[in-house]
């Protein structure tokens, strides 16, 4: 399990960093969300995968560990502000220099 979450996470990351590099606005975007994405998983296994394990190390209690739960939320909250930021940003350089790419350019 702890192999497809690795690679689930290379995957997103690697695909995010990929859209990153693109000349376009929108790819810039969505690689954007692809690295939030790749972000919130690695916070929740901060969590443990662990099945059968106590919830929290050292102790034996009924509860688990909140903090990897509000850090993902807090994440999901600042990556949703970031995306609706950038998609604004990408609409209003494509009014102002009716192109899409990310310099301002334009094929040249």
């Known amino acids: 399990m702890e192999l497809l ?15 990153m590099l693109r000349a376009r606005t929108f790819p810039v975007v969505v690689g954007l969300t692809l690295i939030s994405y790749a972000v919130n998983l690695f916070l929740f296994a901060m969590g443990r995968l662990h099945t059968g394990m106590p919830p929290v190390i050292g102790q034996v209690a009924a509860h688990t560990d909140p903090l990897p739960q509000a850090l993902v939320l807090t994440a ?3 990556g949703f502000g ?7 940003l990408a609409l209003r350089a494509q009014g102002e220099l009716d192109n899409d790419h990310v310099d301002g350019r334009g094929e040249q």
């Open 76 to 78: 999901i909250v600042i």
């Open 82 to 88: 970031m995306t609706a930021f950038s998609l604004v």
């Open 5 to 19: 979450y690795a690679l689930t996470l290379g995957v997103l990351t690697m695909s995010g960093v990929y859209l």
